[in-house]
T-cell receptor
Framework: DADVTQTPRNRITKTGKRIMLECSQT?????MYWYRQDPGLGLRLIYY???????NKGEISDGYSVSRQAQAKFSLSLESAIPNQTALYFC?????????????FGPGTRLTVT | AQTVTQSQPEMSVQEAETVTLSCTYD???????LFWYKQPPSRQMILVIR??????QNATENRFSVNFQKAAKSFSLKISDSQLGDAAMYFC???????????FGKGTKLSVKP
């Protein structure tokens, strides 16, 4: 089984709808991240969390919110989706104790906002 | 702010030949890590190789090696004996400060010709 899972894998939604992307991990890592990938722009950080009570904004947090329900779960919400939020979204984890900050990625969620 | 620059949006290589992907970075950190990730059409982010900045020796993983020039802030990836399965997007990334997130370049799309 995959160590980092994301649901759904693909989603089409309409402008103005609220949508939640979910991420779960079995790696036991403390740190979790949400990134957004757009063609030609690479991956950019939306939010990150060091533990359940420590959540921080990243480079492009406007229009997004997150919830760390447990060490293993980190959800990303779009309160009112807009077309320019159409992108590939990745969840990632890392282990502070590892010292290398290598990130382990989920399979991604392809989101389309029409 | 930390930045990572990949100046080659696309590259092409003949099967069994060698190709080098370029990456430059800028960081104020004294201790940092650099990464190359591969993203095949399946869109999964796969770690190819990792370099610790304090190590002089260039990292190597089978057919993949890096040329790390710390003073020039350059971190290129060399793929030897290219295979059809190497065709993918390649992202260069650096660890972005205490929050541990990665700063990504915009990516290089590698095509492998049979």
């Amino acid at each position: 089984d995959a160590d980092v899972t994301q649901t759904p894998r693909n989603r089409i939604t309409k402008t103005g709808k609220r949508i939640m992307l979910e991420c779960s991990q079995t790696k036991g890592h403390d740190r979790m991240y949400w990134y957004r990938q757009d063609p030609g722009l690479g991956l950019r950080l939306i939010y990150y969390s060091f533990d359940v009570k420590d959540i921080n904004k990243g480079e492009i947090s406007d229009g997004y919110s997150v919830s760390r329900q447990a060490q293993a779960k980190f959800s990303l919400s779009l309160e009112s989706a807009i077309p320019n939020q159409t992108a590939l979204y990745f969840c990632a984890t890392s282990d502070f104790r590892d010292g290398t900050y290598e990130q382990y990625f989920g399979p991604g969620t392809r989101l389309t906002v029409t | 702010a930390q930045t990572v620059t990949q100046s080659q949006p696309e590259m092409s290589v003949q099967e069994a030949e060698t190709v080098t992907l370029s990456c430059t970075y800028d960081t104020s950190e004294s201790d940092y890590y650099l990464f190359w990730y591969k993203q095949p059409p399946s869109r999964q982010m796969i770690l190819v190789i990792r370099q610790e900045a304090y190590k002089q020796q260039n990292a190597t993983e089978n057919r993949f090696s890096v040329n790390f020039q710390k003073a020039a802030k350059s971190f290129s990836l060399k793929i030897s004996d290219s295979q059809l399965g190497d065709a993918a997007m390649y992202f260069c990334a650096s660890r972005g400060g205490s929050q541990g997130n990665l700063i990504f370049g915009k990516g290089t799309k590698l095509s492998v010709k049979p």
